[in-house]
């Protein structure tokens, strides 16, 4: 549990630069597949930036893209921030924590859409018996009233006690380059 916790304080850390960016940026496909883990220092890095979306100051985007299982609800309405971000990591969590994709139990990106639009958790959720972990996936899919920012979840007591064994790990291999 502890590597992902920190895999997923580096990728929050990755959105927040993102989403404090002028203009913001909303990733839109935030998924397990878009990242990458160095398995050597487990340094995670957010790739393909495909279907960016920078947006000025109102941080609100218009148009229907990503990974549907990863999709938050206000992104179908075509009217969204970069909260979508916040809730596909969720899902992100979600997947790593129980090894399957969420709303797999669906056989179809309509049944998908339909239980996401209404509010339908993915039954992963159901498999998730550590508390605290089940608790902050459930902030990051909370509904957008309720949803927390990267910037926010990166002070949640889920991160408590976490070193920071990757950012020291680089700093220290950047002293022994001439």
């Known amino acids: ?15 927040e630069y993102l989403h404090l960016h002028e203009p913001c940026i909303i990733h839109r496909d935030i998924n397990c597949s878009n990242v990458f883990i160095n398995g050597n220092i487990g340094q995670v890095k957010i790739g393909d930036f495909g279907l960016v979306a920078k947006v000025g100051k109102s941080h ?7 990974t549907p299982e990863f999709m938050a609800p206000e992104l179908y309405d075509e009217n969204y921030t970069e909260l979508v971000d916040v809730y596909a990591f969720g899902m992100c969590v979600l997947e790593l924590v129980t090894l399957e ?64 064994d990757v950012e020291s790990y680089i700093c220290t291999s950047l002293d022994f380059v001439s």
């Open 1 to 15: 549990m502890k590597a992902i916790k920190k895999w997923s304080r580096q990728i929050l850390r990755g959105l």
């Open 60 to 66: 609100v985007a218009h148009s229907i893209l990503g």
């Open 101 to 164: 994709i969420p709303y797999s139990e669906y056989d179809s990106v309509a049944k998908i859409y339909k239980k996401v639009s209404s509010g339908v958790k993915p039954l992963g959720l159901n498999k998730v018996r550590d508390l605290e972990v089940k608790g902050f996936i459930e902030k990051c899919i909370a509904p957008v009233c309720e949803r927390p920012s990267a910037f926010e979840l990166l002070k949640d007591p889920f991160f408590d006690g976490l070193d920071d």
